[in-house]
């Protein structure tokens, strides 16, 4: 008689879950780049740029595209105190792009990405929530940069013929 109740209570869970949908799904915006690209990334760059750049194009030996970088911070304090203490910083980063195809040396994309984000630090010594808080609103900006990059791109194809 156990035998019966299990064997119908796993047919119940098995027919009442054979319509599960899944709610996360790959997006259908693949990045045309990935494992096809050679980046050129300049000594400057910051290193979460540079891990970014990598995590998102790859980089291979056998490449069909080459993208340029050229990164540059722009840091502004907004609300000073009369102590010279920045109460606000805001943040630009701006990426300057250049994508070339590998055998003809025309440049088929070109576009600069202004990403920007405010900052208010908690304390004028170390605070490592503070830190950590930064740490992930530029990371974050980094990465809203470079897949603005990857939205906009429109690769031109006139210079392949």
């Known amino acids: 008689m156990i035998i019966k109740y299990i064997a119908f209570t796993l047919l119940?869970?098995?027919f009442s879950c054979s319509n599960i949908?899944?709610?996360l799904k790959d997006s259908s915006l693949k990045n045309p780049l990935k494992n096809k690209t050679a980046l050129l990334i300049d000594k400057s760059?910051?290193?979460r740029?540079?891990?970014s750049l990598y995590s998102n194009f790859g980089?291979?030996?056998k490449y069909e595209y080459i993208l340029k970088t050229t990164f540059l911070e722009k840091k502004e304090n907004r609300i000073v105190k009369n102590n010279q203490v920045a109460e606000k910083i805001e943040y630009a980063l701006e990426?300057?792009?250049d994508l070339f195809y590998k055998t003809s040396e025309c440049r088929i994309y070109n576009k600069?990405?202004?990403s920007k984000f405010s900052f208010t630090p908690?304390?004028?010594g170390y605070n490592f929530g503070s830190d950590r808080s930064f740490d992930k609103l530029y990371s974050s900006s980094v990465d809203q940069n470079i897949n603005d990059f990857i939205d906009t791109l429109q690769i031109n194809n006139s210079c392949l013929e």
């Open 59 to 61: 980089n291979n030996e």
């Open 122 to 124: 908690k304390s004028a």
């Open 45 to 47: 760059s910051e290193e």
């Open 12 to 14: 119940f869970f098995v």
């Open 21 to 23: 949908e899944f709610v």
């Open 95 to 97: 990426v300057n792009y």
């Open 49 to 51: 740029f540079t891990r």
């Open 112 to 114: 600069t990405i202004i």
